[in-house]
């Protein structure tokens, strides 16, 4: 029992939050729970097994399963990952048998301070993608009561429900935290000042570098304001795995203590600081994705979908049947996002330039 510190005992000692410290030092790493996890695990896991696992986009085996080819030979529109993303230069010169420095670290954080124009006061950590301080936060954050205005993205619940939160699914002033994703997914509507919680507000702008003009960083000088960044969406880098979490709650540096000293690779640390230092790469992409989620637009409300919403990254639709969608897709190895919420929104990715083409053909069957 060494390395736990009283927070997470309490946790732990209250009964429904006990699956939880499991999963979230899965995420964590092994030292926030070193020492004590080992002799329960065998009763945690056989909880674990009963969860139920999300669905998300990306769940390309599901498709290869049901309808056969080849992972290349499939358009993966499931996601808001920009298919063509940043590569950098000289991306696998590193000292893979060294462990990444502190002044690398700080150079990737500071890159990052420069290109948000991050407030003096705020804190920028850099994280293992922005799931992972969606899994810990709940777990640092006091509070029981968290409101999660629905639709949207289905991690953010599930991470403070793992937690032992109670969760308002639409706005409820008197939540602890709020949890705003800006432009949200799969809405694409956008938050305003007004929408901010006088507690504390927890904004995902995990899609945001596509309208920077948008972002909610200046806020984040307040103490109630933090502010998640990913990497996967706009550069493209999902596979990296690279986030931020930026603000200046007091409890950022307890965050920073929970990701342990080496939660970032040498190579999202250099990948990410090039990224974050070009800044033309940065608004010749946002031009472009612009102009493909308008030519998709128009490929797909061709066919009678109606726009529900989106940003850069990503388009949402109502559509007769989304599951039928889906299906004639499908056939032609296109693969889409659908959700259980709804019989008729889809939504897509854009595809890469060489996509186009066989997707203006599918969508001309889907309605055969
Ligand atoms: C709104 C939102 N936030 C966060 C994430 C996770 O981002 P990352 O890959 O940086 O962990 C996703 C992934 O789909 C997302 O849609």
Request: net charge positive; aromatic share 10%; charged share 20%.
């Given at each position: 029992?060494?390395?736990?510190?009283?927070?997470?005992?309490?946790t732990?000692?209250?009964?429904?939050r006990?699956?939880?410290?499991?999963?979230?030092?899965?995420?964590a790493?092994?030292?926030?729970?070193?020492?004590f996890?080992?002799?329960?695990?065998?009763?945690?896991?056989?909880?674990?097994k009963?969860?139920?696992?999300?669905?998300?986009?990306?769940?390309?085996?599901?498709?290869?399963?049901?309808?056969?080819?080849?992972?290349?030979?499939?358009?993966?529109?499931?996601?808001?990952?920009?298919?063509?993303?940043?590569?950098?230069?000289?991306s696998?010169?590193?000292?893979l048998?060294?462990?990444?420095?502190?002044?690398?670290?700080?150079?990737?954080?500071?890159?990052?301070?420069?290109?948000?124009?991050?407030?003096?006061?705020a804190?920028?950590?850099?994280?293992?993608?922005?799931?992972?301080?969606?899994?810990l936060?709940?777990f640092?954050?006091?509070?029981q009561?968290?409101s999660i205005?629905?639709p949207?993205?289905?991690?953010?619940?599930?991470?403070?429900?793992?937690a032992?939160?109670?969760i308002?699914t639409q706005?409820?002033?008197?939540?602890?935290?709020?949890?705003?994703?800006?432009p949200?997914?799969?809405?694409?509507?956008?938050?305003?000042?007004?929408?901010?919680?006088s507690?504390?507000?927890?904004?995902?702008?995990?899609?945001?570098?596509?309208?920077?003009?948008?972002?909610f960083i200046?806020a984040?000088?307040?103490?109630?304001?933090?502010?998640?960044?990913?990497?996967?969406?706009?550069?493209g880098?999902?596979?990296?795995?690279?986030?931020?979490?930026?603000?200046?709650h007091?409890?950022m540096?307890?965050?920073?203590?929970?990701?342990?000293?080496?939660?970032?690779?040498?190579?999202?640390?250099a990948?990410?600081?090039?990224?974050l230092?070009?800044k033309?790469?940065?608004k010749?992409?946002?031009?472009?994705?612009?102009a493909?989620?308008?030519?998709?637009?128009?490929?797909?409300?061709?066919?009678?979908?109606?726009?529900?919403g989106?940003?850069?990254?990503?388009?949402?639709y109502?559509?007769?049947?989304a599951?039928?969608?889906?299906?004639?897709?499908a056939?032609?190895h296109?693969?889409?996002?659908?959700?259980?919420?709804?019989?008729?929104?889809i939504?897509?990715?854009?595809?890469?330039?060489?996509?186009?083409?066989r997707?203006?053909?599918?969508?001309?069957?889907?309605?055969?």
């Amino acid at each position: 029992m060494r390395s736990i510190d009283f927070k997470f005992l309490k946790t732990w000692l209250t009964n429904k939050r006990r699956i939880n410290i499991w999963e979230s030092s899965c995420i964590a790493g092994p030292n926030i729970l070193q020492g004590f996890q080992w002799g329960y695990s065998v009763k945690i896991k056989s909880f674990m097994k009963d969860k139920k696992i999300l669905d998300h986009g990306g769940n390309l085996d599901f498709a290869l399963q049901k309808f056969g080819g080849s992972p290349e030979n499939w358009l993966d529109l499931s996601t808001g990952i920009n298919p063509e993303g940043y590569r950098g230069t000289d991306s696998d010169n590193f000292n893979l048998n060294a462990l990444p420095t502190k002044a690398a670290l700080g150079a990737l954080e500071d890159a990052a301070r420069r290109f948000w124009n991050i407030p003096e006061e705020a804190v920028v950590i850099a994280t293992h993608g922005a799931s992972a301080p969606i899994a810990l936060l709940p777990f640092i954050l006091e509070g029981q009561l968290v409101s999660i205005p629905q639709p949207t993205y289905n991690e953010h619940q599930a991470a403070f429900e793992n937690a032992g939160w109670n969760i308002a699914t639409q706005n409820d002033p008197s939540a602890d935290v709020k949890v705003l994703v800006h432009p949200n997914n799969p809405t694409g509507q956008l938050w305003s000042a007004a929408d901010l919680s006088s507690h504390v507000t927890l904004i995902d702008e995990s899609f945001c570098d596509v309208c920077p003009e948008q972002s909610f960083i200046a806020a984040c000088s307040h103490p109630n304001t933090i502010i998640l960044k990913s990497f996967g969406k706009f550069w493209g880098l999902a596979g990296v795995r690279l986030g931020f979490i930026i603000g200046s709650h007091p409890q950022m540096q307890r965050l920073r203590r929970a990701l342990g000293p080496w939660a970032i690779s040498s190579h999202a640390i250099a990948l990410g600081t090039q990224a974050l230092k070009d800044k033309d790469w940065a608004k010749r992409t946002r031009q472009r994705l612009d102009a493909d989620s308008q030519k998709l637009d128009r490929l797909v409300l061709s066919q009678g979908a109606r726009l529900v919403g989106g940003c850069g990254l990503f388009r949402s639709y109502h559509v007769s049947s989304a599951k039928d969608w889906q299906i004639s897709l499908a056939k032609a190895h296109i693969w889409t996002r659908i959700f259980p919420y709804s019989e008729t929104l889809i939504r897509f990715g854009l595809p890469p330039q060489a996509g186009w083409e066989r997707l203006a053909v599918a969508l001309e069957r889907v309605n055969a």
